[in-house]
T-cell receptor
Framework: GDSVTQMEGPVTLSEEAFLTINCTYTATGYPSLFWYVQYPGEGLQLLLKATKADDKGSNKGFEATYRKETTSFHLEKGSVQVSDSAVYFCALSGGSYIPTFGRGTSLIVHP | NAGVTQTPKFQVLKTGQSMTLQCAQDMNHNSMYWYRQDPGMGLRLIYYSASEGTTDKGEVPNGYNVSRLNKREFSLRLESAAPSQTSVYFC??????????????FGAGTRLSVL
């Protein structure tokens, strides 16, 4: 079946540091890939998505590129802020009604 | 824009008590979902409803029941609460007929403690 593996956290960074959160997946066919973000005390919300190979999703300074050859969708940001502190979930949708989520990676950004 | 609304936001139960978590969406979505979130476990799907009139088990359905009351509402019932059901519960919805559109929209969650 489909699966998503993302790096364990917490990831702790200083403000303005570069961020990478790794995500790899296993799926049949050509899934859509997503990053969701969960701020403290809130539900998940979509951060960005990519629907086909080599697509780059971007939002709020975050980027991720759909790499089919390496089955990866790593999340990056050039300069993190304290307000980026949250839990980030990688997910895929393979066309069924049931998306598959990774376990989440906690990001802590210090001033 | 309300999106997905969950009630209550917090609840404390005693072992053996029952309760229903309510969820409603105003986006005219076809599919709705219930998840639980536990530390280190990520999101686990309890039940889902692909469309009005249908419900199916997810990964962890034991101890729960659901009702898709209409297109807008999807409730989750705990018949006899157990401490193992202490968790944060999220309802989500999606327009699921096309792969690229299967974005999930989440409510703010219900924080449940079973003593």
């Amino acid at each position: 079946g489909d699966s998503v593996t993302q790096m364990e956290g917490p990831v702790t960074l200083s403000e303005e540091a570069f961020l990478t959160i790794n995500c790899t997946y296993t799926a049949t066919g050509y899934p859509s890939l997503f990053w969701y973000v969960q701020y403290p005390g809130e539900g998940l919300q979509l951060l960005l998505k990519a629907t086909k190979a080599d697509d780059k999703g971007s939002n709020k300074g975050f980027e991720a590129t759909y790499r089919k050859e390496t089955t990866s969708f790593h999340l990056e940001k050039g300069s993190v802020q304290v307000s980026d502190s949250a839990v980030y979930f990688c997910a895929l949708s393979g066309g069924s009604y049931i998306p598959t989520f990774g376990r989440g990676t906690s990001l802590i950004v210090h001033p | 824009n309300a999106g997905v609304t969950q009630t209550p936001k917090f609840q404390v139960l005693k072992t053996g008590q029952s309760m229903t978590l309510q969820c409603a969406q105003d986006m005219n979505h076809n599919s709705m979902y219930w998840y639980r979130q536990d530390p280190g476990m990520g999101l686990r799907l309890i039940y889902y409803s692909a469309s009005e009139g249908t419900t199916d088990k997810g990964e962890v359905p034991n101890g729960y029941n659901v009702s898709r009351l209409n297109k807008r509402e999807f409730s989750l019932r705990l018949e006899s609460a157990a401490p193992s059901q202490t968790s944060v519960y999220f309802c989500a919805s999606s327009d699921s007929f096309r792969v690229a559109k299967n974005i999930q929209y989440f409510g703010a969650g219900t924080r449940l403690s079973v003593l």
